[in-house]
């Protein structure tokens, strides 16, 4: 999967100092699937299967400004997100600091 400006999924150029942030917050939750550490690895794999775009960093949002279809990269990228258990589905808990 390539993230850029020439590629077949998007008509939209990359012009703005802040379109290539948004690329570059795409393209690190992808490098960060093969990451060696577990918890790197499963925080790119919540990025990527999380809903909403409410945050302008999010995935769904990142893919609404490019016009980029979020369930077909997530189908792309289906063999990195597949080990996601259901656990890693649900929210983390919130720490709370003892009194």
Do not use: N
């Amino acid at each position: 999967m390539r993230f850029g400006t020439d590629t077949a999924e998007t008509q939209h150029r990359v012009t703005s100092p802040e379109e290539r942030l948004l690329l570059a917050v795409m393209q690190s939750a992808f490098w960060d699937l093969e990451h060696r550490d577990p918890a790197e690895r499963d925080r790119a794999q919540r990025y990527f299967l999380s809903e909403g775009d409410d945050h302008p960093f999010s995935f769904e949002a990142i893919c609404r400004h490019f016009g980029w279809s979020p369930g077909r990269i997530r189908k792309q990228l289906s063999p990195q997100l597949i080990t996601l258990g259901p656990e890693l589905l649900r929210p983390p808990l919130r720490q709370v600091a003892s009194r």
